[in-house]
T-cell receptor, first 111, second 116 residues
């Protein structure tokens, strides 16, 4: 079964609105990361949050991590058409040196 | 180089043929990873290199899949006797050191493999 599961699978909002995506995982982690993928090719690293951190900001991105609930959320504020992409959460498991990716959320920003 | 380079970007092959996919990581990145992504799916881990050794090859789906890395740099993923279920985008990523704790991975643009 997947370590990371994103919710929702797809999200469509109007430009200017905020977009929230959630990720749940099953086992203890070192850190959790969010990536963006355009057009089904290479992924771009957005933000990393360590297991001892609860919230992190980067520009219009805000990530939260709740290790007691084994969940994370990615908030994109003031969305733009260029934010249209698939967003993946990825966890680095304790004792492992690889990332395990979820299935992704397909975000569409309508002009 | 400035980024992770993968070649070819697209590959169409006949069932039963062997293919080689190449990844050229960022200079100085000691860790290299191969992932596979089927259409509309998440990324499936294949293998991780630290330098020239592969401490984790647990994701290779069968013995038809192998990978090597030479000189701590370029890596080649080889698929022998390709099957239609091997069709996917094969993504390579590198990072400065093993483990993503010190930062995220840098991904290449992938090789889209189609087995007909």
């Amino acid at each position: 079964s997947q370590q990371g599961e994103e919710d929702p699978q797809a999200l469509s909002i109007q430009e200017g609105e905020n977009a929230t995506m959630n990720c749940s995982y099953k086992t203890s982690i070192n850190n959790l990361q969010w990536y963006r993928q355009n057009s089904g090719r290479g992924l771009v690293h957005l933000i990393l949050i360590r297991s001892n951190e609860r919230e992190k900001h980067s520009g219009r991105l805000r990530v939260t991590l709740d290790t007691s609930k084994k969940s994370s959320s990615l908030l994109i504020t003031a969305s733009r058409a260029a934010d249209t992409a698939s967003y993946f959460c990825a966890t680095e498991l304790q004792g492992a040196q690889k990332l395990v990716f979820g299935q992704g959320t397909r975000l569409t920003i309508n002009p | 180089g400035a980024g992770v380079s993968q070649s070819p970007s697209n590959k169409v092959t006949e069932k039963g043929k062997d293919v080689e996919l190449r990844c050229d990581p960022i200079s100085g990145h000691t860790a290299l990873y191969w992932y596979r992504q089927s259409l509309g799916q998440g990324l499936e881990f294949l293998i991780y290199f630290q330098g020239n050794s592969a401490p984790d090859k647990s994701g290779l789906p069968s013995d038809r899949f192998s990978a090597e890395r030479t000189g701590g740099s370029v890596s080649t993923l080889t698929i022998q006797r390709t099957q239609q279920e091997d069709s996917a985008v094969y993504l390579c990523a590198s990072s400065l050191v093993g483990g993503a704790f010190r930062g995220g991975y840098t991904f290449g643009s992938g090789t889209r493999l189609t087995v007909v």
